[in-house]
């Protein structure tokens, strides 16, 4: 029987003034029954717009009706035709702006809760499930993937399933990029990514370590080495900064930075791990993103006293997911928006205070937010002790710089079309190295069309 509940069955999360104290996952999830409730809200369309707003197509009705069979094995089998990473999409995807977006139930209330669906499915098949063996049969040729984030490693899983011997070459000591070192472990717990690339490599996918294509190899030298295929997706690593004075004090990170020593290295575990990170009793986090809730959240956890966002628009324009800025509130997080600053401050080589101005918004920029103008005679100064820039990243220029004949955007992003094939044959890009920082079903559904036209160009003769 439907449930025209116009509510989403509530998911369990920890208490705000808990969590804020760790870094434990935040959301638990739905149990068997709440699942169930909650998938009985999906009407099943003939036409279902929310498939359409799924980057990578997954068929929503049709998993969402076998859950609500109990048929949860098979709800995991149905996303993963499509989708290789369910547990990560569920859990980091900004469904409101794609599938749950085009949900019809939203018209008279909330959408069906389609990635909190997702996620219960594949948590309840890692738990539950059966790994079955997948005989494969080889084609005998070889693709080489750069990178080891979203974008390569759902090119690669493809690939792999085709019958291609598949390398992925990563420059870090540990695949899966942003999953590993961007988003924090209290939303995106790092055992469920080392599961799913558990996965990958089950399908014959070799994963090389510590390689930094550009220095050690360069693309040239992968195809000389048998690759007939070459996939680049080594996103956009590169941080940006404001190019106001003082951003060279100690005590001032990129976002990148203070994410990665966190996530990756473990820095919340100091000196269990010995990767330290210093933060102050006042921590100021510019930009407005989903990285910047990210690198704020994890300020607060480290023992920040006060963190604060500081953003030049209005909460209404900022880009960050809904549900990111909403549990950032309730964990104390200190939004200041309308505010920009012009220089921070420091003594003994330390960060001392970041002087700021206030803003309001005037006409509509290119972007199409309303242009943040300065105010005339707002200066004043924040007391903060550690500054996070998080207005952006760009791809690294180690790729471009060492390839021969492959075109790039003047911004560094690689000029690739629909298919991901770049301006050298046999050469494909996807995610953000081609369109700078996006989200990551976005990069792995442009590694899923680059794996389709790489199985096309192998299938030729190119000799």
Partial sequence: MANMSPNKVKMKEQDPQVRNQNFLEVSLGYTPEEAMEEAQRCLNCKNPMCVKGCPVNVQIPDFIARIVQGDFAGAYHKITETNSFPAVCGRVCPQENQCEGKCVRAIKGESVGIGRLERF??????????????????????????????ASLACAGDLAKRGYDVTVFEAFHTPGGVLMYG?????????????????????????????????ILSIDELRADGYETVFIGTGAGLPRFMGIEGESLNGVYSANEFLTRINLMKAYQFPEYDTPIEVGRNVAVIGGGNV????????????????????????????????????????????????????????????????????????????????????????????????????????????????????????????????????????????????????????????????????????????
């Fill in 292 to 463: 910047a809730m990210d690198a704020a959240r994890s300020a607060k956890r480290l023992g920040a006293e006060n963190v604060y966002i500081v953003y030049r628009r209005s909460e209404e324009e900022m880009p960050a997911r809904l549900e990111e800025v909403h549990h950032a509130k309730e964990e104390g997080i200190i939004f200041r928006v309308l505010e920009n600053p012009t220089r921070i401050l420091g003594e003994d080589g330390w960060v001392t205070g970041m002087e700021c101005v206030s803003m309001e918004l005037g006409e509509p920029d290119e972007s199409g937010r309303r242009r943040p103008v300065e105010k005339a005679g707002s200066e004043h100064v924040l007391d903060v002790q550690t500054v996070i820039v998080a207005v952006g990243q760009s791809p690294n220029p180690l790729i471009k710089a060492t390839t021969k004949d492959l075109q790039t955007q003047k911004w560094g992003g690689i000029v690739a079309d629909e298919t991901g094939a770049t301006s050298i044959p046999g050469v494909y890009a996807g995610g953000d190295a081609v369109t700078g920082a996006a989200t990551v079903i976005l990069a792995m559904g442009a590694g899923k069309r680059a794996a389709a036209a790489m199985d096309e160009y192998m299938s030729k003769d190119h000799q």
């Fill in 121 to 150: 499915a594949a948590d309840w098949y890692r738990e539950n499930g059966d790994t079955p063996k997948v005989e494969i049969a080889k084609k005998g040729k070889k693709a080489a993937v750069v990178g080891a984030g979203p």
């Fill in 183 to 215: 988003i924090p472990e209290f939303r995106l717990p790092k055992e469920i990514v080392r599961k799913e690339i558990e996965g990958l490599e089950a399908l014959g996918v070799e994963i090389r370590r510590d390689m930094v294509i550009g220095k």
